[in-house]
């Protein structure tokens, strides 16, 4: 488990090496990076800013709602899709050596943006209302939820995400309105959610109940995968280490909840480990999936 961090901590750096799948960086150092214009030299109308300046935007419009400093999370960027720019025909450029960041065009990006302080739940944890930003080679998305703040687990209930792609597409300014919108009232909105955590953990879950839902779920990977159908609520993968953190419960508590139930479920489904495009739908249905499972109406 990792607790959230702040984006001020991380210090800006003037060249990035991926040894690991994703970097957390901060947002200076994301200024820093190539733009899109210098790339392409034009931006697409589902992503018509950059990417610094969009987390700018939205910063500032939480900060304007909340009349307080909000909190960037560190800025995950996906190593596989960030292309180092070229300067020589004759150049050799060797992955396993740092980027100059003026020369890397970040495609691929995930953070957050939290109020000061959260919620605290009637068991002790820390929910904070949080916007969760994606911004890929396909477009923009956000999604409004909590996050778990002792293991900055995302949980996104209901239908409070929106997305410049993909079916249920949104223009770039309805998308900006219904941010806006959602912004004005994000403390009703996390006050429900916050209700639907209440009572998940309220629910204890016997080992049987949780083994025929664990069973459930991961029959529908296998024959999602089967069919090669992207319907899946987890995929095999994400079951088996959902399995491995109910397990670490199970041995290390005396309850177990619909709520420890659900947080094993996310405590992989990070930009850290997960696909960065399909990580906020894959939280969306799982949350939606269990919810209706315990019968808690969000």
Same mark, same amino acid.
């Given at each position: 488990?990792?607790?959230?961090?702040?984006?001020?901590?991380?210090? =800006?750096?003037?060249?990035?090496?991926?040894?690991?799948?994703?970097?957390?960086?901060?947002?200076?150092?994301?200024?820093?990076?190539?733009?899109?214009?210098?790339?392409?030299?034009?931006?697409?109308?589902?992503?018509?800013?950059?990417?610094?300046?969009?987390? =700018?935007?939205?910063?500032?419009?939480?900060?304007?709602?909340?009349?307080?400093?909000?909190?960037? +999370?560190?800025?995950?960027?996906?190593?596989?899709?960030?292309?180092?720019?070229?300067?020589?025909?004759?150049?050799?450029?060797?992955?396993?050596?740092?980027?100059?960041?003026?020369?890397?065009?970040?495609?691929?990006?995930?953070?957050?943006?939290?109020?000061?302080?959260?919620?605290?739940?009637?068991?002790?944890?820390?929910?904070?209302?949080?916007?969760?930003?994606?911004?890929?080679?396909?477009?923009?998305?956000?999604?409004?939820?909590?996050? +778990?703040?002792?293991? +900055?687990?995302?949980?996104?209930?209901?239908?409070?995400?929106?997305?410049?792609?993909?079916?249920?597409?949104?223009?770039?300014?309805?998308?900006?309105?219904?941010?806006?919108?959602?912004?004005?009232?994000?403390?009703?909105?996390?006050?429900?959610?916050?209700?639907?955590?209440?009572?998940?953990?309220?629910?204890?879950?016997?080992?049987?109940?949780?083994?025929?839902? =664990?069973?459930?779920?991961?029959?529908?990977?296998?024959?999602?995968?089967?069919?090669?159908?992207?319907?899946?609520?987890?995929?095999?993968?994400?079951?088996?280490?959902?399995?491995?953190?109910?397990?670490?419960?199970?041995? =290390?508590?005396?309850?177990?909840?619909?709520?420890?139930?659900?947080?094993?479920?996310?405590?992989?489904?990070?930009?850290?480990?997960?696909?960065?495009?399909?990580?906020?739908?894959?939280?969306?249905?799982?949350?939606?999936?269990?919810?209706?499972?315990?019968?808690?109406?969000?």
């Amino acid at each position: 488990m990792s607790i959230i961090r702040n984006n001020n901590s991380i210090e =800006t750096v003037s060249e990035i090496l991926f040894n690991e799948p994703t970097a957390a960086i901060n947002l200076e150092t994301l200024k820093n990076s190539a733009t899109h214009l210098l790339v392409s030299g034009s931006m697409s109308a589902a992503r018509p800013v950059q990417h610094y300046d969009f987390l =700018t935007w939205l910063k500032q419009s939480y900060e304007d709602a909340i009349n307080d400093e909000a909190v960037l +999370a560190p800025i995950h960027v996906s190593g596989r899709h960030a292309k180092r720019i070229r300067i020589d025909n004759n150049e050799i450029i060797n992955p396993k050596d740092p980027c100059p960041i003026q020369r890397l065009n970040i495609n691929r990006l995930v953070t957050t943006i939290q109020p000061p302080s959260g919620i605290v739940t009637s068991f002790g944890e820390t929910l904070m209302p949080s916007i969760s930003v994606g911004y890929n080679e396909k477009g923009i998305e956000v999604a409004i939820g909590l996050q +778990a703040w002792s293991c +900055a687990n995302m949980n996104i209930f209901g239908k409070t995400r929106y997305a410049t792609y993909g079916a249920d597409k949104v223009s770039f300014d309805e998308l900006k309105t219904l941010i806006l919108n959602q912004i004005n009232v994000i403390s009703s909105t996390s006050n429900k959610y916050h209700d639907a955590v209440e009572s998940l953990n309220d629910r204890e879950m016997n080992r049987n109940a949780q083994e025929v839902l =664990t069973a459930q779920i991961f029959e529908i990977a296998v024959d999602n995968n089967m069919r090669k159908k992207k319907e899946a609520i987890l995929n095999i993968s994400q079951c088996v280490k959902m399995s491995e953190e109910i397990m670490r419960k199970r041995n =290390t508590q005396d309850r177990f909840t619909y709520w420890d139930f659900t947080q094993s479920g996310t405590e992989h489904l990070k930009p850290s480990e997960q696909d960065m495009i399909s990580l906020h739908p894959t939280i969306q249905n799982f949350n939606e999936w269990v919810c209706n499972k315990a019968d808690v109406l969000v």
